[in-house]
């Protein structure tokens, strides 16, 4: 023994070699390093699953792994699990041979073809552990226990410790066929098989290695794999930081633990962090695929090879050419998706003859109808049974006799029409009212007893199944069909009424949907009276009883069958089955509907029948019982489906005793599905030696409509008794019949359903439009004349007269005759004979590029793809969902528990090609759930609608999902074609150059703030105080105690207050402090690191006071120093700052012990502490400014983690303040709110510029005393009666998360809004408008005015552009079309009006400021109706760029931009963001006058004229600023007037959009689209690589719902922008970076995803 173990450790060992050699092939050369420690653990993980379990490793994710067996487990369990396997449950379908045969020669046909290599999708460990609310499920009753749950196995190693497969392995495990492991496993003993599947596992990397480990393998010698080589060593290895990549190699920036100190609404996220990055090329190369491996950092090919795998897959050329290119329009779109094929195969035949049934003849000695049966029978005969039951023990149970049917039936007919079922006492029920039948499936006689004590009574019954929960699938329908027909009683068993769900007081509770009901229950009633008869006998025409039936979408409808209808239908089945009295039957099927209650519970009574039932959860338990029956019985005939011949067949144990040679009906009810035919088949075959007659076999077809269609008649003889075709499903596809070779892989074998009932006419009609016969060989729906069928759907007149007044047209489009038909939902057509032959149901029907495809079809194929071995046979859902235009199919199968992530994901990619070659047809989406997570029916079958609705909405929660867009969805918009600017200069005049942008009467695009007004230069104090240092010296002596600055605490107290002359002397503390210690020269960089507040304030203006420039760096993060701190080092590093100042508590933290671990912190500058100055009083070294001379830097990181700063000079900050003052009228008396970061762009400006210029005193609240408390800033507002306030998108989405609750009490507290006159968002992208007027109507009930909110407008080269003013008209909207937007044009449309988005000016264009819209590309001037990239001058612009990484030509002309045509000689800044212009009217309310104007334009800009109306409102409040006061009057003066005014809409960065397709997308539109599609979507961010585009979604919600967002995120995008999602990533909230003005950084998100960091849910790539 021990001796075959060491043979098989030896010969592991050399299989492994060999692998290693054979990997060596895949080597990819641009891995880099692999450290001893690294190889080791790798060849452990890799011998791991081969090496005897006490050699073995423990596998990192902490599982134990199973020894040699792999997955195998005890012989033991091995025979009790095939013991199972015998009784498959749920097996509504079935196996076919010969579909398994076809399934296997068409995928060995397709391993020839090169493959496409499916990516595997990346799923986190603990998603594929169980989650809680998963063990729930597996508890359900009716569950599968068909296989074990094997916990340890090996397949279920966690999928990061499963290997990534290179591109290369994947197309080799792809092409390596699959059918050989399955081929050699059905010969092997499982013992040996098992190990045999695991060398081959090993050998081929089917199951090998798979995705997850950081590096391919690799030998020991590093040489080999291209490590760097020396020269190379060394630069990496060089001290100097500049991409933050490097510091963070090895860091995973993205798993921090979210940050505790937070309570707020938000406290998930990470906290907001600028990250920077330095691309070496423009982004836009990126995009290209030979730039796959140049991605720094080790590890990150991972996801970037999963793509471009995806790529490689996607290059084949799809198998249909597209008939044509579409422009982009619904209508196109709709064409495209239903092509005409020249080549489709046409019916040929003529057309068709209807199928007249024989003469009906009614046997003399039958009863008259079902009451007199009942009477005769429950006196003459009344010991004979009616019917009997088995317990599910399959002991016998309870036996109703004849005459126990007649008085029961007979008591509840009475007590029905006497009882006073309301409180008022009035008796509420009478002849023709409705009432609900609720019996379980085990309890035929206590229904067969309501249902005839109805009849008698003259009520109608409405069979339902028992409701086992509140909200069952499907319960609201229900509920709908039971208030449709005004039900107020339901009628039930004692047992029953105990089982259903209570509320506390005892009361049945109100199920979804319901009506309320009266429950009564039907066993134990009183006698009823001696003289008491039944009310004399209805009309024929009223209805005797309403049978539900479900259509594709889950509407539940009632279709009433009259008296004489049911009756007629009685005696045609009577007819066709021969049926005569005392003949004992075995019924399996459901009793409450259809063919179960035709057969066992009215034409049985109408024959004085014995009915012997079986339970579902009998069949469950014992699969032959149902034999057994018939045997004991020997019963002659029984009603069973194919479901039933499969279970019975699979019971071989039990098949000795049985005896079938009693029976001469064996009708099969689902004989109309395609699939009965192999069960008849099979189990004809095995049971013919048990006496069973090939004639007793009788498929029927028939419907809730129509009621029987057809059966084969017992006992038949004659040539056309029955047949069977083998039929084209490709012709079938196109609705017409072709017949097959019998070994043809896309056939389909049909068996027929018999004749045409007695006394009935069948035709077949077109499936569309018109109901024109059809053709001898076309496929069409059946239609049934007869008096045999249904009359109505109950209330619904509508769909009643397109389903049962159905008038067939010949082909001259005239009715053939007056008959009415029935529609069936039955599609088929009549062979020879008047056989009829049914190919599918109207509710199986997806038709899918004009084509069309039977659900059932499709399960087979599925089925017939190993079914045993990964997914439970009976349980799969196949559905079609409409996405853009067209249907796509959708397949749903539970999963077995014990298979694991590759093989299931492996037996998807197969499934997809046996469905593409045998019905050459993309399956769009494939899902697998966990074992009993499909909603189920009353019987155990698939609730195939409300898994279609679960799964729309989201709440399937899928294990695995496999979406394949890239090749189902072929009517896509044809790509736009963008034209270079180098094929326009070669044309005429210089007009063209602008690419044809000015559309006739369009006018150029540019506009203008108002004037500054002159300063007068030559008076002195103009000269003296002209900048800002100066302008604070001049107020710390004229106004000296003047309050400039409050700085609050969470609390709502002030923290700090500061006036004019204690700031001055603060600020000369600190320019002692750097001269003195700092040894400061004029013109030094100074790193300023405060956290927000004064001391900020006053160490800026010392640093001016020395003439050293300032750069202000937001201080680190204590709690997510990972990512923040490499950000303020790398500022100062690229500021060229020769000193860092800060305060005491930042001091600490950049050199703790944390932050040594991220950065250096020994290469820090001199580093000085504010909180330690020197004491004594020394002169200041004051040096004045000029007004080139910078006054300070600002730094920020853009979205796309470029950090650039920017130079502003003294005059610019002038410039700027001034411009501000005029806008918003600041003076000394007012009071601002600040509540935004004071770091960069106009936030720094309103917080440490501002109030020094213009006096006023501004309150300071850091945002993150916010997060603390969010009433915070609203109060402090209240409390100051602020006019004007500055805020960030942060801020306020803190307030209207974490205030929407306590608005009520915030009014208690006085807080009054009303004030507020400005609310301003200061902010670098477009507008959000959604979070503005949900803040808006928020906190309207606090008095704030809807026009007070808006937001500002500013970017890099000039950081405030745009800003509401104080008297500015509201902000204005409009709705542009987001199609038109995609091709660079603004078409305006109405509100709510299809593809439009909702844009909101950005405040308006300060004073000073001219701005156009030019082509980013060709430089020519925009018209008004183009998209364009903005351009500005000012005499704010910032005077260039200090450094921004990358190429420094790029940017050369951000500052000096000069238009090719017009006026050449204008510079301009180019911000780099998209926008338009658009002159808007608007008149304005004051003062009581209505004041509106008008605008001439001026050689094509706009600039309104102001004129003072009537009395400023200003007075008194004149500012005593030298130099500045004349320009007050024009300021004041514009408060009054009306403006017409140009617009500016910002629709966002031309750095962030993504071309696709040709087209322009930005980003934020697609997100907003992600974001409604389902309520768990907390956060989501689109970037592309390598033009995929790829969409990362938070999910605020438990892991298993992962996988319901990925269909959802797909189907919504390809919607409404008509793009396919190339990758799905699902992340856990605060994943998303934001920085810190609230943007999302989706470049750094890019980076995480392609170094791995990201550490995802799961990981989707859609095909």
Request: aromatic share 6%.
């Amino acid at each position: 023994m021990e001796d075959d173990e060491e043979a098989a450790k030896k010969q592991s060992v050399v299989d492994l070699e060999e692998l290693y050699v054979w990997l060596q092939q895949f080597e990819d050369p641009t891995i880099g390093d692999i450290t001893q420690k690294g190889y080791e653990k790798k060849r452990t993980r890799l011998l791991a699953p081969y090496v005897p379990k006490q050699a073995q490793v423990r596998s990192i994710s902490g599982l134990p792994s199973t020894g040699p067996q792999g997955g195998s487990s005890s012989p033991g369990t091995r025979a009790r699990r095939r013991g199972n396997r015998r009784l498959t449950r749920h097996e509504s379908r079935y196996h076919s041979e010969v579909r398994q045969e076809a399934v296997q020669q068409a995928l060995a046909a397709m391993q020839n073809r090169p493959k496409p290599s499916l990516p595997m999708p990346s799923k986190r460990t603990s998603v594929m552990a169980k989650s809680p609310d998963r063990e729930r499920h597996d508890s359900a009753s009716s569950s599968d226990e068909d296989s074990l749950v094997n916990e340890g196995d090996v397949q279920s190693t966690p999928e990061r410790e499963r290997a990534r497969t290179t591109p290369q392995q994947q197309q080799q495990q792809a092409a390596q066929s699959d059918t050989s492991s399955t081929g050699s496993a059905r010969e092997t003993p499982p013992q040996q098989r098992q190990q045999q599947i695991h060398r081959q596992q090993t050998r081929l990397p089917n199951g090998g290695p798979g995705p997850g480990h950081t590096t391919v393998w690799e030998e020991r010698d590093p040489i080999s794999v291209g490590a760097p080589r020396g020269d190379d060593r060394k630069r990496m290895m060089k001290p100097e930081i500049t991409d933050l990549a490097d510091v963070m190699q090895n860091l995973r920036p993205y798993t921090q633990p979210p940050d505790v100190t937070h309570n707020t609404a938000q406290s998930r996220r990470m906290t907001a962090a600028d990250r920077v990055n330095r691309y070496n090329q423009s982004r836009q190369s990126s995009a290209s695929d030979d730039n796959m491996g140049t991605v720094t950092g080790t590890g990150r090919w991972k996801v970037s090879a999963k793509i471009q795998q995806l790529l490689n897959t996607l290059k084949r050329p799809k198998r249909r050419p597209l008939p044509e290119f579409y422009e982009d329009d619904d209508i196109e779109l709709e064409i495209a998706a239903n092509p005409k094929d020249p080549n489709a195969p046409k019916p040929e035949g003529s057309s068709m003859t209807s199928a007249v049934g024989e003469q009906l003849v009614v046997p003399s000695g039958l009863p008259r109808n079902l009451e007199a049966a009942i009477q005769r029978y429950g006196s003459a005969t009344y010991k004979a049974p009616v019917a009997t039951v088995l317990d599910p023990n399959g002991k016998l149970t309870i036996t109703l006799t004849y005459g126990k049917l007649l008085s029961r039936s007979q008591k509840i007919a009475y007590t029905l029409l006497n009882k006073a079922f309301s409180k008022g006492g009035e008796t509420c029920l009478k002849s023709g009212d409705r009432i609900a039948l609720v019996y379980p499936n085990n309890d035929p006689i206590n229904f067969i007893c309501a249902f005839y004590g109805c009849l008698q009574a003259g009520i109608v019954p409405v069979p339902i199944e028992v409701p086992l929960t509140r909200r069952d699938a499907g319960s609201q329908q229900i509920g709908f069909l039971l208030g449709s027909c005004g039900i107020q009683v339901a009628l039930t068993s004692e047992a029953c009424l105990k089982g259903l769900p209570k509320t506390a007081t005892g009361e049945v509770v109100a199920f979804k949907g319901w009506p309320k009901l009266q429950w009564f229950v039907t066993e134990h009633l009183a006698k009823t009276p001696k003289d008491w008869l039944p009310p004399p006998r209805l009309t024929d025409d009223t209805p005797a009883y309403i049978e539900y039936t479900t259509d594709r979408d889950g509407s539940v409808m009632g279709v009433t069958v009259t008296r004489a209808a049911m009756l007629a239908h009685c005696r045609t089945q009577t007819m066709a089955c021969n049926y005569t009295e005392g003949e004992n039957m075995v019924c399996v099927l459901d009793f409450k509907r259809e063919v179960g209650l035709w057969h066992s519970v009215l034409t049985s009574v109408l024959n004085g029948m014995h009915v012997v039932f079986i339970p579902y959860a009998l069949m469950k338990v014992n699969p032959a019982s149902w034999m057994q029956m018939i045997t004991k019985y020997r019963a002659s005939v029984a009603v069973v489906k194919s479901r039933d011949l499969h279970w019975g067949l699979l019971a071989t144990k039990d098949h000795k005793e049985v005896s079938l040679s009693s029976l001469r009906l064996l009708l099969v009810a689902d004989g109309a599905n395609p699939w009965s035919l192999s069960s008849c088949d099979q189990f004809l075959s095995v049971f013919q030696a048990k006496g069973l007659r090939p004639d007793a076999i009788c498929p029927c077809a028939s419907s809730s409509e129509c009621l029987t269609v057809s059966v084969r008649r017992p006992g038949r003889a004659g040539v056309n008794a029955t047949g069977r075709g083998v039929l084209s499903m490709s012709g079938l596809s196109y609705g017409v019949v072709r017949v097959d070779q019998e070994n043809s892989l896309t056939s389909l074998t049909l068996q027929d359903c018999g004749q045409v009932m007695p006394g009935c006419v069948i035709v077949v009609v077109k499936m569309d439009g018109p109901s024109y016969l059809c053709k001898t060989d076309e496929v069409g729906e059946i239609c049934v004349n007869s008096g045999a069928t249904g009359s109505q759907y109950w209330g619904l007149q509508g769909l009643t007269n397109s389903t049962f007044r159905v008038q067939p047209l010949g082909s001259d489009g005239k009715p053939i005759g007056e008959a009415e038909y029935t529609r069936s939902g039955l599609l088929g057509f009549l062979g020879p004979g008047g056989l009829v032959f049914v190919c599918g149901s109207r509710d199986g029907l997806m038709t899918v590029t004009g084509r069309k495809h039977n659900a059932d079809d499709i399960i087979a194929t599925v089925l017939a793809v190993e079914p045993m071995k990964f997914i439970y046979r009976g349980r799969i859902a196949v559905f079609s969902i409409r996405v853009l235009r067209d249907e796509r199919i959708c397949v749903i199968a539970e999963q077995r528990p014990d298979c694991s992530e590759e093989e299931s994901f492996q037996w998807m990619s197969r499934v997809l090609q046996a469905v593409d070659s045998i019905h050459q047809v993309g399956i769009y989406c494939l899902a697998l759930v966990p074992p009993n997570y499909l909603p189920k029916t009353p019987l155990g079958g698939i609730h195939l609608s409300e898994t279609k609705r679960r799964f729309l909405e989201g709440t399937l929660h899928p294990a695995n999902v496999l979406l394949c867009p890239h090749t189902c969805v072929t009517n896509l918009p044809k790509p736009r074609e963008v034209h270079s600017a180098a094929d326009f200069v070669t044309d005429v005049g210089p007009a063209s150059v602008m690419v044809g942008n000015i559309v006739q009467g369009n006018r150029l695009a540019s506009a203008q703030g108002r004037d500054m007004g002159i300063v007068d230069e030559e008076s002195d104090s103009a000269r003296k105080f002209q900048f800002i240092s100066e302008i604070l010296r001049w107020r710390a002596q004229s106004t000296a105690d003047h309050v400039i600055f409050t700085l609050l605490n969470s609390k709502g107290a002030v923290a700090t207050m500061l006036s004019c002359s204690q700031l001055h002397k603060k600020a000369e503390r600190v320019g002692n402090l750097l001269l003195e210690k700092g040894k400061i020269n004029t013109g030094d960089h100074v790193a300023l690191i405060f956290p927000p507040g004064i001391d900020l304030i006053c160490a800026f203006y010392g640093c001016l006071y020395v003439g050293a420039v300032p750069v202000t760096i937001r201080p680190p993060h204590p709690q997510n120093l990972q990512t923040t701190l490499p950000t303020v080092r790398m500022i100062v590093d690229v500021s060229k700052s020769v000193l860092v100042l800060s305060n005491q508590n930042v001091i600490k933290l950049l050199k703790s012990k944390e932050a040594s671990n991220v950065v250096d912190i020994k290469s820090w500058p001199v580093t000085l502490d504010t909180d330690d100055m020197p004491k004594k009083k020394l002169p200041v070294m004051y040096r004045a400014p000029t007004a080139e001379m910078l006054a300070y830097l600002d730094f920020s990181v853009s979205t796309t983690g470029m950090l650039a700063g920017i130079k502003m000079s003294h005059a610019a900050v002038t410039s700027l303040c001034r411009s501000m003052k005029l806008a918003c009228e600041l003076y000394p008396s007012r009071h601002i709110a600040l509540c935004l970061d004071p770091y960069c762009g106009l936030g720094f400006a309103l917080w440490c510029l501002s109030s020094i210029y213009s006096g006023h005193h501004s309150i300071l609240i850091p945002p993150s005393e916010v997060e603390v408390n969010p009433a915070l800033w609203l109060t402090a507002v209240s409390q100051y009666r602020v006019r004007d306030t500055f805020c960030s998108y942060g801020v306020m989405e803190l307030c209207t998360k974490g205030l929407g609750s306590s608005v009520n009490q915030l009014k208690q507290r006085g807080v009054n809004l009303g004030c507020v006159r400005t609310c301003v968002v200061v902010a670098e992208e477009r507008p959000r408008i959604t979070l503005t007027t949900s803040f808006s109507k928020l906190f309207s009930a606090l008095g704030l005015s809807p026009r007070a909110v808006s937001t500002s407008f500013g970017c890099r080269v000039n950081v405030a552009i745009c800003l509401q003013g104080a008297s500015s008209p509201e902000p204005s909207t409009v709705y542009v079309d987001l199609r038109a937007l995609r091709n660079d044009r603004v078409s305006l449309v109405e509100r709510g009006s299809p593809h439009s988005l909702c844009l909101m000016e950005s405040g308006k264009l300060l004073p000073g400021v001219k701005v156009i819209i030019a082509n980013p590309e060709t430089k020519g001037q925009c018209g008004d109706s183009h998209l364009g990239e903005i351009w500005v001058q000012s005499s704010h612009n910032a005077s260039g760029y200090f450094t921004i990484y990358g190429d420094e030509s790029d940017y050369a002309d951000h500052f000096s931009a000069r238009l090719v045509t017009g006026n050449t000689g204008e510079v301009y800044a180019r911000t780099g963001y998209l926008g338009f212009l658009r002159r808007t009217e608007c008149s304005q309310q004051q003062g009581g006058t209505q004041l509106s104007g008008t605008t001439t334009l001026l050689g094509g800009s706009a600039t309104a004229i102001s004129q003072p109306q009537g009395d400023t409102s200003s007075g008194g409040e004149e500012d005593e600023t030298p130099g500045l006061t004349h320009c007050h009057a024009a300021a004041t003066a514009a408060s009054a007037t009306s403006e017409l005014h140009d617009a500016v809409f910002v629709v966002g960065a031309l750095d962030e959009t993504v071309m696709l397709r040709g087209m322009r997308y930005h980003p934020i539109d697609i997100e907003n689209s992600v974001m409604r599609c389902h309520k768990k979507i907390a956060e989501c961010a689109v970037f592309t690589w390598t033009n995929l585009l790829v969409v990362v979604v938070e999910l605020d919600g438990n892991e298993n719902e992962a996988l319901d967002l990925v269909p959802l995120v797909t189907n919504t995008v390809l919607e409404e922008h008509h793009l396919i999602v190339g990758v799905v990533v699902v992340v856990d909230p605060g994943v998303v970076p934001i920085n810190s003005r609230g943007e999302k950084q989706r470049m750094h998100l890019r980076d995480g995803f392609l170094a791995d960091q990201l550490d995802p849910i799961y990981v989707a790539y859609n095909m």
